[in-house]
């Protein structure tokens, strides 16, 4: 699937690996369950490790593991389901994460400048997926009535205009 | 969409107690609009599906009835400006059929709206600084509170200004725009509580400690519908500058917690009473761990946006005897309300005429009530959870003047509190989800009673009516609750007694087998008998319940049959 990052489709360097595949010595994406299953041996990985974080787990179960992964994907089952706004909020502001968090699954253009203030990096978006629209949808509001995980001028009265990349 | 220019807004009055948009406040809702046109249109292009656009429509206020769109229009907290109340009656003759609904969430709805005339509907919105942000939607709502505030003598601290810092944190709030069901918070400021925030997802008491200084009791996980729950108190005295940054725990609690698969077990209310105890816990935890100094409400803030809630010139006047005609007297008798300034009164406007629909008002209505406001009332209307209006502050001397304003607009029913004032929910006559009429019912129990010293006879009483178990009309917390349900393709109506929204919150209990619609009037009837028959001197229905207790009534009801 094409990667959006900053209103514009990237190269994804990133691929996902099944349970039972031998690691490539590239970025790897890992299931949660590969990752407590095998902690040791991925500890000892140079290439760049990544995990998906279902939407029922909260970030704390990765917590031990954040300094070792650059990517957290965020699956949303539903674009209705919020869930990942709250894992990935947590995720920067609990637990200071720097890396990449990427939403993934069903995601509308809708709802992107919501994720990337509370944290999210970068969408999968569907196959054929216009990335102007996207970043028209991030850019139409540009003021915000509260603080987020986003570093934003400070308030005046409860709100402030946004710089969007 | 053609750009029909909207009504040019009539100037706000200058001492009406409004929240005072700025020129980013303005430029936000020339966005908002904008974003929901871009909406419509990727929609009608195919780009969204009707799945994915129908969330979208609801959070801005959009739902499809039984005949037509509906567009639910946020009245922040209940406060209007006259100018105000000035275009809600252009935009109900110009694009409903001349009447607007009010709502118990101290909304209006306009039922007969077209879906491509809204965005020219919100444009006339945002010239007198109005939207439909978040009238539905599982989202954080319209936040309600005391339509007596800033001018209610018992009244501890002015809760509009925390209101209206609630409707700007919650507006497009990133992380709670998906969240697993509606949000809904209530706050009051004063001890005699008006909000029934008990039955709210969240519900806050604003108060004073001993040193004077603002703080917040804290409800959660209230509610009413198919599973009626009374709230959990997490916090007696919350910090005033804590008020952000704790209900961000209670809604990330929420958010990551809250049942999605049932649409029936998605409130908040099931997570808190599932959980118990480990709720509170959890959200405490949150708390503990999220950076205060980013959600500190900074005392600044607060003083700003308390400025635009400053009290009106009020004149230094001393309390004046109303005058002795018995008409006068007897709607003075109920919609007349003690203020925190002597010479004044706040009056409450009956929007429930015998046999009328409760809550709707003309656009005639709604003009001669913004004509009564400017000229009685600093220009300030407020809108009632049980669907009536409010003119905040009315010098005494001018009590007989503003009665005969609203004889004239036929708005001078004078039956505040007693068994006509019905809530109702739209039902059967609107609703897709309804399972039986709700407003039929409520206007003939209504001529039922229509003798006014029939109704005065006995006394108080709050009469709930839904049309569907989703609770609309509250009817749980009535003093006596009607709900219709279909019972094998026939509308019947179960009855509740002993339901209460204040202090004392109660869920009513039932009585018996349901009625038909044909009989359940009569049952009110009886029921109200059996109260007069019981009541010691004085008594109010509620008080009389609690008393005697369901028997005497369960057995005037059935033990005829
Ligand atoms: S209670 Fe039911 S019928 Fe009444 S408005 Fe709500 S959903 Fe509709």
Same mark, same amino acid.
């Given at each position: 699937?094409?990667?959006?990052?900053?209103?514009?489709?990237?190269?994804?360097?990133?691929?996902?690996?099944?349970?039972?595949?031998?690691?490539?010595?590239?970025?790897?994406?890992?299931?949660?369950?590969?990752?407590?299953?095998?902690?040791?041996?991925?500890?000892?990985?140079?290439?760049?490790?990544?995990?998906?974080?279902?939407?029922?787990?909260?970030?704390?179960?990765?917590?031990?593991?954040?300094?070792?992964?650059?990517?957290?994907?965020?699956?949303?089952?539903?674009?209705?389901? #919020?869930?990942?706004?709250?894992?990935?909020?947590?995720?920067?502001?609990?637990?200071?994460?720097? #890396?990449?968090?990427?939403?993934?699954?069903?995601?509308?253009?809708?709802?992107?400048?919501?994720?990337?203030? *509370? #944290?999210?990096?970068?969408?999968?978006?569907?196959?054929?997926?216009?990335?102007?629209?996207?970043?028209?949808?991030?850019?139409?509001?540009?003021?915000?009535?509260?603080?987020?995980?986003?570093?934003?001028?400070?308030?005046?009265?409860?709100?402030?205009?946004?710089?969007?990349? | 969409?053609?750009?029909?220019?909207?009504?040019?807004?009539?100037?706000?009055?200058?001492? $009406?107690?409004?929240?005072?948009?700025?020129?980013?406040? +303005?430029?936000?809702?020339?966005?908002?609009?904008?974003?929901?046109?871009?909406?419509?249109?990727?929609?009608?292009?195919?780009?969204?599906?009707?799945?994915?656009?129908?969330? !979208?429509?609801? /959070?801005?206020?959009?739902? !499809?009835?039984?005949?037509?769109?509906?567009?639910?229009? $946020?009245?922040?907290?209940?406060? =209007?400006?006259?100018?105000?109340?000035?275009?809600?009656?252009?935009?109900?003759?110009?694009?409903?059929?001349?009447?607007?609904?009010?709502?118990?969430?101290?909304?209006?709805?306009?039922?007969?709206?077209?879906?491509?005339?809204?965005?020219?509907?919100?444009?006339?919105?945002?010239?007198?600084? /109005?939207?439909?942000?978040?009238?539905?939607?599982?989202?954080?709502?319209?936040?309600?509170?005391?339509?007596?505030? #800033?001018?209610?003598?018992?009244?501890?601290?002015?809760?509009?200004?925390?209101?209206?810092?609630?409707?700007?944190?919650?507006?497009?709030?990133?992380?709670?725009?998906?969240?697993?069901?509606?949000?809904?918070?209530?706050?009051?400021?004063?001890?005699?509580?008006?909000?029934?925030?008990?039955?709210?997802?969240?519900?806050?008491?604003?108060?004073?400690?001993?040193?004077?200084?603002?703080?917040?009791?804290?409800?959660?996980?209230?509610?009413?519908?198919?599973?009626?729950?009374?709230?959990?108190? =997490?916090?007696?005295?919350?910090?005033?500058?804590?008020?952000?940054?704790?209900?961000?725990?209670?809604?990330?609690?929420?958010?990551?917690?809250?049942?999605?698969?049932?649409?029936?077990?998605?409130?908040?209310?099931?997570?808190?009473?599932?959980?118990?105890?480990?709720?509170?816990?959890?959200?405490?935890?949150?708390?503990?761990?999220?950076?205060?100094?980013?959600?500190?409400?900074?005392?600044?803030?607060?003083?700003?946006?308390?400025?635009?809630?400053?009290?009106?010139?009020?004149?230094?006047?001393?309390?004046?005897?109303?005058?002795?005609?018995? $008409?006068?007297?007897?709607?003075?008798?109920?919609?007349?309300?003690?203020?925190?300034?002597?010479?004044?009164?706040?009056?409450?406007?009956?929007?429930?005429?015998?046999?009328?629909?409760?809550?709707?008002?003309?656009?005639?209505?709604?003009?001669?009530?913004?004509?009564?406001?400017? +000229?009685?009332?600093?220009?300030?209307?407020?809108?009632?959870?049980?669907?009536?209006?409010?003119?905040?502050?009315?010098?005494?001397?001018?009590?007989?003047?503003?009665?005969?304003?609203?004889?004239? $607009?036929?708005?001078?029913?004078?039956?505040?509190?007693?068994?006509?004032?019905?809530?109702?929910?739209?039902? /059967?006559?609107?609703?897709?989800?309804?399972?039986?009429?709700?407003?039929?019912?409520?206007?003939?129990?209504?001529?039922?009673?229509?003798? =006014?010293?029939?109704?005065?006879?006995?006394?108080?009483?709050?009469?709930?009516?839904?049309? *569907?178990?989703?609770?609309?009309?509250?009817?749980?917390?009535?003093h006596i609750g009607?709900?219709?349900?279909?019972?094998?393709?026939?509308?019947?109506?179960?009855v509740t007694l002993g339901g209460?929204?204040?202090?004392?919150?109660?869920?009513g209990e039932?009585v018996?087998?349901?009625?038909?619609?044909?009989?359940?009037?009569?049952?009110?009837?009886?029921i109200?008998?059996?109260?007069?028959?019981?009541?010691?001197?004085?008594?109010?229905?509620?008080?009389?319940y609690?008393?005697?207790?369901l028997?005497?009534f369960?057995?005037?009801?059935?033990?005829?049959?």
């Amino acid at each position: 699937m094409p990667l959006l990052e900053d209103g514009r489709i990237i190269d994804d360097a990133w691929v996902r690996v099944a349970d039972d595949a031998v690691l490539p010595d590239s970025p790897a994406i890992v299931t949660l369950a590969r990752l407590q299953r095998e902690a040791a041996q991925l500890a000892g990985r140079n290439a760049p490790l990544g995990v998906v974080l279902p939407p029922d787990v909260a970030p704390d179960a990765i917590a031990p593991f954040l300094d070792r992964l650059g990517l957290v994907v965020l699956e949303l089952p539903k674009f209705r389901d #919020g869930r990942a706004f709250t894992q990935a909020r947590a995720l920067r502001e609990h637990h200071g994460f720097t #890396g990449e968090i990427r939403a993934a699954g069903h995601v509308i253009p809708d709802q992107y400048a919501a994720l990337l203030r *509370c #944290g999210v990096s970068t969408v999968a978006v569907p196959e054929g997926a216009d990335p102007a629209v996207w970043d028209a949808a991030r850019r139409v509001v540009g003021i915000a009535y509260q603080a987020s995980v986003v570093p934003d001028s400070p308030l005046s009265l409860l709100r402030r205009k946004l710089e969007i990349a | 969409m053609n750009a029909i220019a909207p009504r040019p807004a009539a100037p706000i009055p200058p001492h $009406a107690r409004t929240y005072r948009y700025d020129a980013v406040d +303005r430029e936000f809702l020339a966005e908002r609009i904008a974003e929901f046109e871009g909406q419509v249109q990727r929609r009608l292009a195919g780009e969204l599906t009707e799945e994915e656009f129908k969330p !979208l429509r609801l /959070m801005n206020g959009l739902y !499809l009835q039984l005949h037509a769109y509906m567009l639910r229009i $946020a009245i922040p907290y209940g406060v =209007l400006n006259a100018a105000q109340l000035r275009q809600l009656a252009y935009i109900a003759r110009r694009w409903d059929r001349g009447f607007g609904h009010f709502t118990t969430r101290q909304n209006i709805q306009f039922n007969w709206t077209k879906l491509e005339d809204v965005p020219d509907i919100l444009r006339a919105l945002a010239a007198v600084d /109005m939207h439909a942000i978040q009238t539905s939607g599982n989202c954080i709502r319209n936040v309600t509170t005391d339509e007596y505030a #800033g001018a209610s003598p018992d009244e501890v601290v002015d809760p509009r200004i925390y209101a209206e810092i609630l409707r700007q944190w919650s507006t497009l709030h990133p992380e709670f725009t998906w969240l697993p069901r509606k949000f809904k918070i209530a706050i009051t400021g004063a001890p005699h509580d008006r909000v029934a925030l008990q039955v709210h997802d969240i519900g806050l008491e604003a108060k004073r400690n001993a040193a004077g200084e603002v703080g917040f009791a804290v409800h959660a996980g209230g509610g009413l519908g198919r599973t009626p729950l009374i709230a959990t108190k =997490l916090r007696d005295f919350l910090p005033e500058a804590e008020l952000l940054g704790y209900l961000e725990a209670i809604l990330r609690t929420y958010n990551a917690l809250g049942q999605r698969d049932n649409i029936y077990k998605a409130r908040i209310k099931i997570l808190v009473r599932d959980l118990g105890a480990d709720f509170a816990k959890a959200v405490e935890e949150e708390y503990a761990r999220l950076p205060r100094d980013r959600y500190r409400l900074d005392p600044a803030i607060i003083a700003a946006i308390r400025q635009h809630f400053a009290p009106p010139p009020f004149l230094a006047l001393n309390d004046t005897p109303l005058p002795e005609d018995p $008409a006068f007297r007897a709607w003075a008798g109920r919609s007349v309300r003690a203020h925190k300034r002597p010479g004044y009164a706040s009056v409450t406007i009956s929007l429930k005429p015998i046999g009328g629909i409760p809550g709707d008002a003309s656009a005639e209505q709604m003009e001669a009530v913004a004509r009564l406001a400017e +000229r009685f009332s600093f220009g300030e209307i407020r809108v009632s959870h049980v669907q009536n209006l409010v003119l905040p502050h009315v010098r005494q001397e001018d009590l007989a003047e503003l009665w005969d304003g609203l004889r004239e $607009a036929g708005l001078a029913a004078p039956n505040i509190g007693l068994v006509s004032d019905i809530i109702a929910c739209p039902g /059967m006559d609107y609703c897709a989800l309804a399972t039986a009429r709700s407003i039929p019912v409520a206007q003939r129990i209504s001529e039922r009673f229509a003798d =006014l010293d029939r109704q005065l006879d006995i006394g108080e009483c709050f009469v709930n009516i839904s049309g *569907c178990i989703n609770a609309c009309g509250h009817h749980h917390v009535g003093h006596i609750g009607i709900l219709g349900v279909d019972k094998r393709g026939e509308e019947v109506y179960q009855v509740t007694l002993g339901g209460s929204a204040t202090n004392d919150a109660a869920l009513g209990e039932l009585v018996g087998p349901a009625f038909s619609y044909d009989d359940v009037v009569d049952a009110v009837e009886t029921i109200l008998r059996t109260h007069v028959a019981h009541r010691l001197p004085g008594e109010r229905f509620i008080d009389c319940y609690r008393r005697i207790g369901l028997a005497p009534f369960k057995e005037a009801l059935y033990a005829a049959a």
